[in-house]
């Protein structure tokens, strides 16, 4: 494949020097993928399935082989499988992380746990493939590695050309500094709740569904507000903003072309790779809808990777709803199994009217596998993931975002503990299996 | 393995000349207001000489001994967090510009040199280097730690409310610093044996002119603080300690102990290794300069658990739980060590003599009730 | 009202398709299926039963979607629940004075089975097993309504508490 010079130039890394071709044209290389598994029928059938695929493909049988094919030949995808003799996968991963922060890694397995998602995602794996996969679904998992693997090198340059230009103001002074960012538009969505579009800070680097900025009012404070838009939408950072407070007064109170001090994206990201192949129930409450937004932008997104998906929303009343017309785009999917509850409505109101936690014990999903994330009042979530367990789900797979008094977002000030967790850098994405104590322990 | 060295006090003034001449802030142990605190050293006249102090629950009171001992005290209520973690300090400053905002990177941190820092505190820096470096560097922390010279004192005399030894932190400094002190005041005289812990170390110990210790001084000095270690007043029972308390949320004894507690935030604020802080963002009457500055807080404070509606640890119970247990199992999970350096201070300052050996001792003791 | 058309399957197998007799035993639904008198339609915004009158049918609701309601002051209507598919609407049938409590209103077509409560209350004092059954159920529902309702009041969504 050729591309003209001037045209998109080669991928950054020790290879982009051999790009050029003869006649000073820029050759694209042939994307390098590496595949570490100690079973060699997987080797052969990975290699069998990408065959025509215009790939590089080496494999290993072990993690010490896989690391220095690395070292060598720096892949622009690597899949690991976690269950190896000798070094073990999360080992390896960790590893080819440290030394190229670049690479995309995709985990897989055969054993597949939840624990093993988060435990896998916070070194730094991009995605997770259950074993056994279909030709179909590892194809589709390269593409969207080595789709990923294009866009972490462009914000590799990206970052490299902002550096180049000049220090972000602020910088220097720690993280603890917020970042100056525009409000590219404001609009009400309730009466007490304002949506504000940011343009992202330089260096930007995205957002994973369920993460939060703290957002920074010149002078009178900060507050750590979910990240709300789509997260493909690189131009724009998207929050939805509830007025409680003098912070958030301020926030809500600011026009197109004002400017918010941005720090994050802080807190881990709702587990859609572990979801993939199940029921993903979404149960949103009141505001709640506002952090479970992003998630059911990726769940649409991609929707052939999920099985069933029902999203499950309840506000007060019908003027408290979020994001009216994007309900109604949902529900107008013959793909998604969307309701809506209001707590009270009057007359004129057509849909249903009881607590959202009504609409569980009779939805329509499977609660061996389903996976569920949860965001509302503390209250709400707590009787949300009783119906949930009551139907049969497993609590490691019952997701909630708790809310704390954050002060730094950066597990330094110490006011988000609950238990021994730090809520802005252990969560606020838990697993109901360990959040059951912070629901359960009053006071705690 | 560095030879033992000795320097008697005029060595020692020359000691904190050196630090001094290499550009330190010398601070150490004096006396003011009736208490042990740390303040500047110009020599070994600046320090609580012929000083010791009686702690107990809720009682600490300064004595004068009957010798001229230089180190004859244990610690107390500040501790070396005081300057690398201060109470209060201006995170940045800001203004408003076309761009937005910009933010003035922060001031030059002093150099500090600590002399007569007890192996507790030597243990606590540790545990706050793991809570302010192991993840996200605080900065404020961090230029602050970065260059700080130690000079240890070994302790030959438990403080009345010290337990070190069972927390595995004392009396003997085993690492972190770039010398190490012990002071032997006996028969043949008042000496201070001397061990480097680093190169500079080393070089100040030259400059200071320590000489090599005879065969008697270094035994000397190892015995009284091996006899230090048997003497302790208490010990804190840490076996299964951290497990004990996970399980123990809805213990009794946490209504037991909020009867007394004043929830004062005392304990918080002598303890060596608390870290939780408020941030505050203020302004000018302009509204154009904005400053963010990070205050000590304390998990005793009502306000600290703020949500919606209220706090969310409301009750004393509840908070002196999250003290007790953060201390002492979940700092575990956190950052891998105890919270606690067993050097007694949240039992001296408690107004009400709050003891957490016997508070941790009492809800082992009633576990059947659960 | 449409009478039941006669082409449309028997009583007994819709009764038998209705989550409230899940459960109940061959002898028990056909009990019950006696006391149904009809099955019957109700077009959207028709007022199914006003609150205050005589309360003697148990409704199962067998599709479409029901408010329950109090007129608000100043006209209109406050919406307190919608039942559903699958739902039983209405217990004062089984306690004196045998009175509606709310309005009921169809908000979109609904068919629902009709059951004589006068009838069914009969049946259950001679037949004390039936008679358990059907409060066991009726029990049921209303402690889930219960719940729902309590959740409902603490108003979760609103001003902060």
Redesign the interface.
């Known amino acids: 494949m050729c591309t003209e010079s001037g045209g998109d130039p080669a991928p950054l890394g020790p290879d982009a020097g051999n790009a050029a071709g003869g006649n000073g044209v820029e050759v694209q290389p042939r994307q390098k993928i590496l595949v570490i598994d100690d079973e060699e029928v997987v080797l052969d059938s990975c290699r069998a399935i990408l065959a025509d695929g215009g790939y590089d493909i080496t494999t290993a049988t072990d993690g010490d082989e896989g690391l220095r094919l690395a070292a060598e030949l720096s892949p622009d995808l690597v899949f690991v499988d976690v269950k190896m003799p000798g070094l073990p996968g999360m080992e390896v991963l960790e590893r080819l992380r440290s030394t190229d922060p670049t690479i995309v890694a995709i985990v897989i397995t055969g054993y597949a746990t939840v624990s093993l998602a988060v435990e896998a995602m916070k070194r730094g794996a991009f995605d997770f493939l259950p074993k056994p996969f279909t030709p179909d679904e590892f194809r589709e998992m390269t593409r969207r590695g080595l789709e990923r693997r294009t866009e972490v090198l462009a914000q590799a340059r990206d970052r490299a050309a902002a550096e180049a230009a000049g220090p972000v103001p602020g910088a220097g002074a720690g993280p603890m500094a917020p970042v100056p960012c525009r409000v590219l538009g404001r609009w009400e969505e309730t009466y007490d709740t304002v949506s504000l579009a940011l343009d992202p800070p330089p260096g930007w680097q995205g957002f994973r569904p369920g993460q939060f900025n703290m957002l920074y009012a010149f002078g009178i404070g900060e507050s750590a507000i979910s990240i709300s838009g789509d997260p493909a939408d690189g131009g724009r950072l998207l929050h939805t903003i509830r007025k409680v407070g003098k912070v958030t007064e301020s926030l809500t109170s600011l026009q197109r072309g004002d400017v918010v001090g941005v720090r994050g994206p802080f807190g881990t990201p709702w587990p859609l790779g572990y979801a993939a192949g199940r029921d993903v129930v979404v149960v949103a409450g009141g505001i709640g809808l506002a952090p479970l937004r992003p998630a059911i932008h990726e769940l649409l997104a991609n929707r052939d990777r999920y099985n069933r998906v029902l999203i499950l929303i309840g506000a007060r009343t019908s003027a408290d709803l979020l994001y009216p017309e994007e309900i109604q785009e949902w529900r107008g999917r013959f793909d998604v199994d969307l309701q809506v509850t209001l707590d009270s409505a009057t007359g004129g109101w057509r849909g249903r009217v009881g607590v959202v936690t009504t609409l569980i014990p009779r939805a329509e999903f499977d609660a061996d596998q389903a996976v569920a994330m949860v965001v509302g009042p503390e209250i709400m979530m707590r009787f949300a993931a009783a119906e949930l367990l009551h139907r049969g789900m497993s609590p490691s797979r019952l997701f909630v975002s708790m809310e704390r008094n954050m002060k730094c977002g950066i597990g330094l000030c110490g006011h988000c503990q609950v238990g021994s967790k730090f809520v802005c850098r252990d969560g606020a994405v838990f697993g109901y299996d360990e959040a059951e104590t912070m629901f359960q322990v009053r006071e705690v | 393995m560095t030879p033992v060295q000795v320097l008697d006090r005029t060595g020692l003034d020359r000691l904190i000349g050196a630090l001094s001449a290499r550009g330190y802030r010398v601070l150490g142990p004096t006396v003011r207001d009736g208490a042990i605190v740390y303040g500047d050293l110009a020599a070994t006249s600046d320090l609580p000489v012929g000083w010791t102090d009686r702690q107990s629950p809720g009682n600490y009171r300064l004595e004068r001994r009957d010798d001229d001992a230089l180190f004859g005290y244990v610690v107390g209520p500040q501790s070396p967090k005081t300057y690398l973690h201060p109470a209060e300090v201006v995170v940045w400053a800001g203004e408003r510009t076309a761009r937005g905002f910009a933010m003035a990177p922060p001031p030059e941190p002093p150099r500090y040199a600590f002399v007569g820092v007890r192996p507790c505190e030597l243990a606590s820096i540790g545990i706050q280097d793991r809570v302010f470096l192991g993840g996200e560097r605080d900065a404020v922390y961090g230029n602050r730690r970065e260059g700080v010279f130690l000079v240890a004192v070994n302790c030959t005399e438990p403080g009345g409310t010290c337990f070190c030894a069972s927390m595995g932190t004392g009396p003997a400094a085993v690492a972190g610093y770039d010398i190490v002190l012990t002071e032997v005041i006996d028969g043949k005289g008042h000496y201070f044996t001397a061990e480097s812990g680093s190169e500079r170390g080393a070089e100040v110990l030259g400059e200071a002119g320590a000489a090599e210790a005879k065969k008697g001084q270094a035994k000397a000095a190892a015995d009284l603080v091996e006899s230090a270690a048997g003497r302790m007043g208490r010990t804190m029972e840490t076996a299964g300690l951290a497990d004990l308390l996970r399980q123990s949320l809805e213990h009794p004894h946490w209504q037991e102990v909020a009867k007394r507690c004043l929830t004062c935030a005392n304990c918080t604020l002598v303890c060596p290794t608390c870290f939780c802080a408020n941030v505050e963002d203020t302004t000018d009457l302009t509204g154009r300069q904005a400053q963010r500055v990070r205050r000590w807080d304390s998990c005793f404070n009502y306000e600290f658990s703020l949500i919606h509606g209220g706090p969310h640890r409301a009750s004393a119970a509840a908070r002196y739980r999250q003290w007790m247990t953060h201390k002492l199992a979940w700092w575990f999970d956190q950052f891998g060590t105890s919270g606690c350096v067993g050097c007694g201070r949240c039992i001296t300052w408690c107004p009400v003599g709050i003891d957490i050996t016997a508070e941790a001792a009492a809800i082992r003791a009633q576990q059947e009730v659960v | 009202m449409a009478a039941q058309d006669p082409s449309s399957p028997p009583v007994a197998d819709l009764l038998a398709a209705h989550p409230f007799v899940v459960g109940m035993d061959e002898s028990q639904v056909r009990h019950v299926a006696e006391c149904v008198s009809r099955v019957e339609q109700f077009p959207t915004d028709q007022v199914i039963f006003r609150s205050g009158g005589v309360a003697r049918i148990l409704y199962l609701i067998r599709r479409g979607?029901v408010?329950l309601?109090v007129p608000?002051p100043g006209g209109?209507?406050?919406?307190?629940?919608?039942l559903?598919a699958?739902d039983a609407l209405g217990w004062s049938w089984l306690f004196p004075p045998y009175r509606w409590a709310f309005d009921a209103?169809a908000?979109?077509p609904t068919e629902a089975l009709v059951i004589d409560g006068e009838k069914l209350r009969q049946c259950a004092t001679t037949d004390h097993e039936l008679g358990y059954q059907v409060v066991w159920r009726v029990a049921r529902e209303m402690a889930?309504r219960l719940?729902?309702t309590r959740?409902?009041m603490?108003?979760?969504?609103?001003e902060?508490?």
Not at chain 3, 76 to 82: A, L, Q
Not at chain 3, 154 to 158: N, Q, R
């Open positions: 979607d408010a309601e608000a209109g209507t406050r919406i307190v629940g919608t559903h699958g209103r908000l979109s889930d719940q729902a959740l409902q603490l108003d979760v969504y609103g902060r508490r």
